[in-house]
């Protein structure tokens, strides 16, 4: 019999401390930099975003999440073999992040010393990190070799944000999803797509690196924003037919698409190329902001949690960002 994976927790975490656009123009025009709440939310969507206080990293987020998903789940750490956490703003070089969050969770009772031991690893494909950590652990538990994974998507982009270029920082924000992916006998996961294209990778980076002790380069976020709109425009519909192909279905079976968070008009031109009216996309970027790897798993978590997203649903994720790196998870919830 084939094995499947499917979704059976979802949770997330948004630090506490939440800036509207008005606030976040306040303190940028301390600094002489300035912006509207009617130019970002005529642009992106944005009306607001959270960001973490110092000393919160994105294994925080990470863990908070995930403990919210293992009791929707109903299980605790020790029955997760296998951790993997996508960030790009990783709370150190190295360890991975997924290992400092496998050891958080360790820490939680004696039983969850059982997490220990599994393999934990990060991803790093930047804001389409969680639709490849979900490909990865979809592909480990049809091969066998996991059977109930911790899928998460932790960021902090405030950290790498340049405050005095008003054309990125006012678009990201900080956060953590996480879900849940366990081995049964029905689908769950219906098919994947992966993509990148490393042609593009200046079009949006943190260019800095460590060497010999000190950071080389600049360690803040560039972007090439309309470099980046029109390829991602360009792509994220033929994704979504690759897997309602790969999975024999069509755009009318689709009941949510839930994209990567980054700017509602990508997000409504995807959709329309897909037929889909505005009542079938989970929107969340008014209130997140592009939090990269964590929006889908963020936006997802909310739509469980509002009840907009009920089992036995086909749910479509699209996740787009810097490499240039696309994918889409097509899954019956
Ligand atoms: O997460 C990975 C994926 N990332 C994305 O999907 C981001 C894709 N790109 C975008 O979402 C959009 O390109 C942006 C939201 C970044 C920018 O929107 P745009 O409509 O492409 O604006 P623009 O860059 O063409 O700038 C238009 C004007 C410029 O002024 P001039 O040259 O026309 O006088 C900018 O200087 O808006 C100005 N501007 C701003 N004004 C007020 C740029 N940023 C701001 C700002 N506040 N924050």
Redesign the pocket.
Known sequence: MRRYSRITGTGSCLPPRRLTNADLAADLARRGI???DE??VE??GIRARHFADAGTNSSDLAVAAARQALDAAGVGPEAIDLVIVATSTPDMVFPSTACIVQHKLSQLSEPARGILGCPAFDVQA??SGFVYALAVADAMIQAGTARRALVIGAEVFSRILDFDD??TC??FGDGGGAVVLEAGDTPGILATDLHADGRHAGI?CVPGTVSGGQVLGDPLLK?D??A??KL?VGVLDKAARAVLEKAGKTEADIDWLIP?Q??I??MQSTARKLGLGPDRVVVTVDEHG?T?AASIPLALDSAVRTGKVRPGQTVLLEG???GFTWGAVLLSM
């Open positions: 300035e912006t509207s130019w970002i642009r992106t930047v804001c008003r054309t006012v678009l949006l972007m924003g309309q980046v709109f991602a990567h980054a700017n008009r990508i592009n990269s787009v960002g810097g």
